[in-house]
């Protein structure tokens, strides 16, 4: 009895339910983990009205693919060698509208323009860093974004 309640709670909707902040809506995307190297850089792309139209993520000196809609003014930050994302601040309203990046050497990085609902995330543990990035996007932009926190590849050799 015991093992079917295990498996019915690992199994619940809600017990995978991935946080994202805005309305949402359109094509889920996904950065993939790369679980040899850590997340070096942020690429976004921010379109005329100031709607982040899409994100591209480093892992270790490769770019993954642009995930969300086509177009936009890209703006980059790579980080600094032991580097790491620790909290993301931002703000949307039927698109995202605002990113703002923190890294554990006191760097910060913002991307567009504040304006909307705001949101703050950051991991539930002081050693954990930025892993992935997820959400939505429509024809004009990302509709919803959320973030995974994991531990960085020097404390999982």
Known sequence: MLLWLTLALLWSPTCWAQQTFGPGGGTYFSTSRDFQNDIT???VFIGPLGLIKSIQVRYGSSWSEKYGA??????????LPEEHITGIYGAYKNFLR???IYTDQGRVFPFGKEDGNTFIDFPDDSDKVLTR????YRPLGITSIGFEWGYPSFLKK
């Open 41 to 43: 850089g942020i690429r």
């Open 70 to 79: 086509p177009g936009g003014t890209p703006q980059e930050f790579i980080l």
């Open 98 to 100: 605002y990113l703002v």
């Open 133 to 136: 990035v997820y959400g939505h």
